[in-house]
């Protein structure tokens, strides 16, 4: 059997567990404050991020891990494992998936390297269930091909409060900053062809999340079940309330707690909470 390297980036935000466990490598990505720059779960975590926000005047940006990790990183594995397998951060939003690719043909380590075209925990979805096939003995060719598969069952539904973040992203200009911010709009986002778009967008936080259920109850009604992550930017106990709801309303989900750490909470802003998900199949672990 192959002797597989699982790669991912940082914004995938897998738990420590399972990178030891697995011995996943993560390449992590910058967050930018000023002149300094922090390599997202090695300099910073989420406590100092948001310490860093209220602290300073300078809002954070993020960068791509450069090609020289991803070669490094590739240039150490070549000698250990047959085969890589990685999934990276929407091409959409970034170039690291593209990065990945060029450090893998450079270093001659055959890698495949998977845009998840869609950020945050549902990347670890795609992970672990690669794991789960590799663990059963299947090739690496039908791992990838079930990750991929998975990945295109993905889904994601979130809530913006604070239109600034969206406003500095570029994603909202300034008269819909302005009008959004004075109506109360609560944007929904969602994810189509790897970006980040608003699905819709809905006066009051109390209806955008209603709307959200909604949706989700959609997604998932008939399915034999889903796998579901509540992801949250610092609101904790909002996302276990959205969890004890879930609990209450199905009884067939694989639920999980997450957060948007620092290079992603940078573009949506604290409060932002939502869904990732896919539903699963008559029969699929």
Known sequence: MARIAWITDSTAYLEADTVRARNVHIVPLNVVFGERSYREGEEIDEAMFYRLVQETKVHPT????????????????????????????????????????????MVGFPVHVIDSRIATYPMSFILKAGMRLADEGHAVKDIVRHMEDVRDRMRALFVVKDLTYLHRGGRLNMAQYVVGSLLQVKPILHFVEGKIVPLEKVRTEKKAVARVFELFDEAVRGAPGARVAIIHANVPDEAMRWRETLAERYQHLDVVVSSFGPVIATHVGEGTIGFGWYALREGER
Do not use: C, M, N
């Open 62 to 105: 993020t960068s791509q891990p450069s090609l020289g990790d991803f070669v490094r990183l590739y240039e150490r594995l070549k000698g250990a494992y047959d085969v890589g397998i990685a999934v990276h951060l929407s091409g959409g939003i970034s170039g690291t998936v593209e990065t990945s690719r060029q450090a893998a043909e």
